[in-house]
């Protein structure tokens, strides 16, 4: 609705009719080699787990050139998913820029990119059983990068009250149990998340968030080639297939299962991992 006294121009209609053009062309990002990825994976073999209980958060490292595999188990559940350089816990996973690099939802060969100064990508999708989604009718898709992670501020603003549960206090507490950074530093290493198996979109007439029932079933997996050291935390979000509601115990939740894989020795002896942004950091001062 217009605010007041402004009146739409007579070349309203011209001006709305202006193409868009994409902000980041990405034709210039370094090429994944996706297919020597997939290659190394077939003969990866499973070294780690940990499973991610519903309504918490665990940890997990990956080193480079490992991949790791989130899988819904037991029922349809969507996971927060934080990422941080292991070397380096100030690294960590840069939700927007990948959002302006590759989109509002991320699949097969695209990547998780990390914050500045490094801007570089931290994991490559190599695989997606639900890559089969696509764009629905109402602009949902899968894994997206535009939410930002359930918290307790946000719902105490909105509905009052003090809930735990919330994937950002998972994140904080289990962050803080595996490092040993106590619970109110821990909380700034906190991030806004890749949403994987979340369905979520943008309603076209009023542009608001929203989220639907993931079409997640058990056995369906997201897995990632891990391109530096990794510490990663995952929340299984109490909103569980995020069909109604989040941030309180009413959805049915289900745990998640993180599962690490090795390449077999000597596959990745041509392999460069990938080096920090080059920019140079001046920013024209003299
Ligand atoms: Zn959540």
């Known amino acids: 609705m217009p605010a007041i ?13 202006v193409k868009p053009v994409i902000c980041y062309p990405n034709k210039t990002l370094p090429k994944v080699p996706l297919a020597f ?57 840069y939700s927007g820029k990948t959002r302006a690099l590759h989109g509002s939802h991320i699949t097969v060969g ?10 570089r990508p931290m994991a490559t999708i190599t695989d997606d059983s639900l890559s089969w989604y696509g764009m629905d009718e109402y602009g949902g898709s899968v894994h997206d990068v535009i939410g930002t992670r359930c918290d307790p501020y946000t719902n105490n603003l909105l ?8 994937c950002h206090s998972n994140l904080t507490r289990a962050f803080s149990d595996f490092t040993g950074i106590q619970l109110s530093d821990a909380e700034h290493y906190i991030h806004d998340v890749l949403n994987v198996f ?39 979000c109490p909103g569980g297939d995020c069909s109604s509601e989040h941030s309180s115990d009413a959805a049915s939740c289900y745990p998640l299962l993180v599962e ?23 920013h024209g001062a003299d």
């Open 110 to 119: 695209e990547r998780m990119w990390s914050g500045f100064p490094a801007l």
């Open 159 to 166: 509905s009052g009250g003090q809930y735990h549960h919330c």
């Open 5 to 17: 006294g402004i009146t739409s121009p007579e070349d309203a209609a011209v001006r709305r009719a």
């Open 260 to 282: 690490v894989f090795a390449p077999q020795p000597g596959l990745l002896d041509d392999w460069v991992k990938p080096p920090v942004n080059a920019y140079d950091r001046t």
């Open 198 to 236: 979340m369905c979520t979109g943008f309603t076209r007439d009023t542009g608001q968030y929203f989220m639907k029932a993931s079409p997640v079933r058990p056995g369906d997996y997201l897995e990632f080639f891990a391109e530096i050291n990794l510490f990663g935390a995952l929340s299984a």
């Open 37 to 93: 990825y997939q290659s190394v994976r077939q003969s990866a073999k499973k070294i780690d787990e940990c499973l991610v209980p519903a309504r918490a958060a665990n940890c997990f490292v990956v080193p480079e050139g490992h991949f790791f595999r989130i899988t819904s188990i037991e029922g349809p559940q969507v996971g927060d998913l934080n990422l941080w350089n292991s070397d380096n816990l100030n690294e960590r996973f």
